[in-house]
Each structure stands twice: as C-alpha cells, then as structure tokens.
C-alpha cells in the first residue's frame, strides 16, 4: 500500500506501491490489492479521482460482485474508531447509547464508538469486534474500567426502549433468566457458579426485562440483573430453603427486575404487560407483580389452593375443569425430538378466582386476585406424549374468548426473550466466547452485545410480522443501496425493497439456502450477512466523504 494511503478494516500499511492502493470487498473475503482489477471499468464510471477526497472509486464487478475502492495516495485522515463503522451502525449506536451519562462526555463517545463497532462485527470476543491495535486496547480499557458503570448503561439502555416504545398503546414484557458461562480454569475469579451445584461451570447469572411490541416485535431490553451465585443453596425443598426471606433468596434478582423495568415504563406513562414463565410462580413474584400498575401473566406451576367467593376452597385445575368451554383454536406445532409435528386442537376455559400464597415462614395466606385462562390440548396429542398444557395466571381483563386469545398470544411473546438469549450467548453475538477474566469486565461488555443481540432479532422479526414493510425501517439508505449492489450487481432494480426482501437478500449473503423450505431466516445467516453487508455499506459512504 502506496505510504499516506488510508488503511481500512485491520489493513496496515507496507511498503510503497507503485499505484494507488485498492480496498477490494468480496462477499467472502477482504483483501487488498495495488495491481488493477482484472475487469473493465463500467460503463459511465467518470473520472474516479473527482469522486472523493478519500475514496478515488468504487466499482463493482459482475462477475463476482466485488466492491472495489481506489483510494487516494495523498488523502491522510486520522485514525479514530468510527471511520471503521458504518453510518448505520453509529446511528444506531448513537440512538441507545448516546445520551447515557458516565461523568464524561468522552467516555460517552467511546462507549457509542464500542458499541457501533460490536453493532458492525458481533461477537463475545473484543479481539474478533476490533481490528487494530489501538481500537482493541481502547475497548479493554473502557470495559475494565472503574470509572465505568454497567448499571448505568443498563439504565440508559432501558430509556432508549423507552423512547422507541412511546408511540405503542402497550408493549409485551417477556422476563426471563438466564446464565453466562465463562472460561475459569482455576476459580480464583470473581465469577459464582451457574448450573447445578456439581458440574463445576463459572459464570454470571442474569434476569433481564425484553420490551416488544404489540405485534410481536423486540423494540430493546428495559433493564439487566446481573449476579454471581457464590454460597451453595440449602437443600431442595429443605425447610432453611422454603424459609428464608426474600432478602436471602435469587428470587429478589426477579423482583428487581420487574421493580427496575417498571421504572422505565413509568418514566414515560408507558403500559407494560409481563410475560413470565413457570419460575414466577412463587409468592414473591406473584405479590411484587401484583403491587405494579402494568398487566401481568405467569404461567402457573403447580396446581393451586384457591378461595372461591363464600369462602369455599379448591384447587385451581379441578375448579376449571368444571368451567364453562370459552372456545377452541388450532395451534400448529413443530416437530423436534421427542414430539411430533401436527396441529393441536386447544379447548379454553376461564375463571376469576384468589390464589391462595402461604408465607412458609410465618404460615400467613395472602390472597391475589387473578383470571385463570386454561389452554389444553383434547384429541390430537400422539401416543406416548402429554398434551400440550398452558395454565396462566393473569390481571388482565378477561370478558370474551378475544380477550382470552389476546392473553395467550401475549404468553407466546415469551419466546422472544429465549431467542434474544440464543442469539446472544451462542448464536451470532457468542457472548459466552468471552476471555475477559472479571466480573465487572464480563458484565459491562456482554450488556454492550446484549443490545446488539435483540437488534439481530428485530431484523430478524420485522420481516415475519411486517414483511411489507419499507427496508427504511430498519435500514439505513447506504445500506439498502449497497445490499442491492451485491445482491444485482450493476444492474441493481429502482424499486425499493420491503423489510421482508432486504432481510431475505441479508440472509442469502449470509448462506441461507432454505428459500424454498418453508423456513424463515434465522439471526445466525442474518449476522453473518451483516458483516458482509456493513464494510460494503462503508465503502459507499467513504465515496462521498
């Protein structure tokens, strides 16, 4: 590369060329060149050296679909972290992170500058993110920092969900925890264990708050409780367990949590609705959700004593059987091991009853008013399976089968937040790749890529719920003109794509091949093609610098 020349996306400069250097940006590879493309310039290409003072050309070839920049020898330009981001990756960056205060406006632009470039190249590991010298030992700094608080970036995090929520008549609050396994060969960092008591693994546990929208859409996350399990649990079931207060038990990261999000929504007068599996199902939660002004249901676990008007009690499942049928519907259900493919014929029925909570410890029964929506499957479940069974607690209003159908459709919005923790941990983002090696560290970096996470999976939805959709919703003009380039070549349509055709072209950049299955694409392929797309989108936005 010619000395002066501007190096791109982890290229160094070596020794003088002869010629202007060449950024060339394939599909499947990054590479630079000094030798001239082996194709002819299109058609109409102009002068390439009026285009820009510091990209000389891009071109495309048609062959291979290779955008390919010719920069200028003499254009220097300092290095700063954002020239190696795309506009749309900094706009989004700049929108959930901008406005979060940490005592100074430069860590602020840092901590934007971190999270555009985790938004452009996800991943756990800040080696893989940042492709410098100077940009790796930057991100380190910052996430090691104790000047840096993840709390309030948590916080900040949250208002910026907020923000995008505002014009929604509700959002579904999927709540649900989960764990962080990191590399701890010896155990002398501050990490606690996760999983069962025996199997060793080192980590950090976490309860986090997905705000989604009421077509099923992730907006972001409203707030993260993030804690490391250092003493072991009394026994299962022992009295010392059931006895403790709340206080003593992980049940308070939950109440946090909801407490935390609720906070949130109330800052802007925002109505959420939580959805909650079977792990809040216990007095605590019940009590904590009960005390908030929002909606709430939680899947029932166990068949609860339940006070019935003149005193009368029950258990919740018997009285129900013995209800009214509300209504059936069809629910088409996947195969996977284990469970057959089919659809499931689910008959409903509702009742309001008082749960009956008992305090272990003190023998008090406290009583939550609730509607009970019951979905089972009747005369469709396969030999040797048990039919499919929601029991739901729930405070919001419920006088029709609608009503009930709307309170089972939000329960379905819980799986929201489980592909949002694929994703994340595993999936495209990997944050449990992760070699940092502290608790503070880990915490403040995987909420950074926590954010990334449920971008990847509102691309990923929006083209399911809102197919039809302008790709401007969630794409940047740059980055539609160049998914179009590499999708078309030069003769790429005048036509605008819908969100569904943009992510479509996303995932085949990424290796989707499954078009005709049936099968939608899903947030690995998607990140994939986002960093194939991002450079290319760069690319294009350096011509016009």
């Not at 916080?155 to 910026?160: F, K, L, P, S, V």
């Not at 790429?492 to 969100?499: G, M, S, V, W, Y």
Request: hydrophobic share 40%; glycine share 8%.
């Amino acid at each position: 590369m010619q000395a002066g020349a501007t190096s791109y996306s982890g290229f160094s400069p070596g020794s003088r060329a002869l010629g202007p250097s060449r950024l060339c940006l394939k599909r499947s590879e990054l590479r630079c060149a000094t030798s001239p493309p082996p194709w002819p310039s299109p058609a109409g290409a102009g002068d390439w050296s009026h285009r820009s003072h510091c990209v000389g050309s891009i071109v495309l070839c048609a062959i291979d679909r290779t955008l390919c920049a010719e920069f200028d020898g003499n254009a220097v330009r300092p290095f700063i972290m954002d020239h190696r981001t795309s506009a749309g990756s900094r706009q989004w960056a700049a929108e959930g992170f901008g406005h979060i205060e940490l005592g100074d406006s430069r860590r602020t632009r840092r901590l934007v500058a971190i999270a555009a470039a985790a938004c452009e190249r996800p991943s756990g590991r800040i080696a893989a993110v940042f492709t410098s010298d100077a940009e790796r030992e930057a991100a380190y700094d910052f996430v090691e920092s104790e000047h840096v608080s993840a709390e309030e970036i948590i916080e900040g995090i949250g208002a910026a969900t907020v923000r995008r929520c505002v014009e929604e008549p509700f959002v579904f609050v999927p709540v649900d925890g989960s764990s962080v396994t990191v590399t701890d060969r010896t155990g002398e960092d501050d990490f606690g264990r996760v999983g069962s008591d025996n199997n060793g693994a080192r980590g950090l546990k976490v309860v986090d708050a997905l705000a989604v929208d009421p077509q099923g859409t992730p907006v972001g996350l409203l707030t993260l409780t993030w804690w490391a399990r250092h003493a072991k649990s009394p026994p299962k079931n022992s009295h010392a367990r059931q006895a403790r207060p709340v206080e003593q038990k992980e049940t308070r990261y939950w109440v946090q949590t909801v407490e935390a999000a609720c906070a949130a929504l109330d800052e802007r007068e925002l109505r959420g609705w939580y959805q909650i599996d079977r792990e809040g199902d216990g007095r605590d939660v019940l009590l904590a959700l009960h005390k908030t002004s929002h909606w709430w249901t939680v899947r029932g676990n166990a068949d609860r004593s339940i006070e019935l008007q003149g005193g009368d009690k029950d258990r919740l499942r018997s009285h129900l059987a013995h209800q009214t049928l509300s209504g059936t519907y069809d629910l088409t259900v996947p195969g996977r091991p284990g469970r057959q493919a089919r659809v499931a014929n689910m008959v409903v029925r509702v009742t309001k009853v008082h749960l009956r909570l008992r305090d272990k410890k003190t023998k008090r029964i406290a009583l939550l008013p609730v509607t009970a929506v019951w979905a089972l499957e009747h005369g469709t479940t396969p030999p040797g399976e048990k039919p499919i069974d929601w029991l739901l607690y729930t405070n919001h209003p419920v006088e029709t089968f609608d009503d009930a159908m709307l309170v089972l459709f939000g329960y379905a919005q819980r799986w929201r937040v489980e592909e949002f923790h694929r994703t994340w941990k595993r999936g495209d983002c990997d944050i449990e790749s992760t070699q940092l090696d502290s608790f503070a560290a880990v915490k403040l970096w995987a909420t950074i890529v926590a954010a990334v996470a449920v971008r990847l999976e509102r691309v990923k939805r929006l083209a399911r719920v809102k197919p039809d959709a302008p790709a401007t919703i969630d794409f940047s003009p740059t980055e539609i003109r160049a998914l179009k380039m590499l999708k078309f070549g030069d003769d790429t349509p005048r036509d605008e794509p819908t969100i569904a055709q943009a992510v479509l072209w996303l995932a085949e950049l990424g290796g989707y091949a499954n078009k005709y299955s049936g099968k939608s694409p899903g947030a690995t392929v998607l990140g994939r093609g986002l960093k194939h797309l991002r450079p290319a989108a760069r690319l294009l936005e350096l011509q016009h610098v």
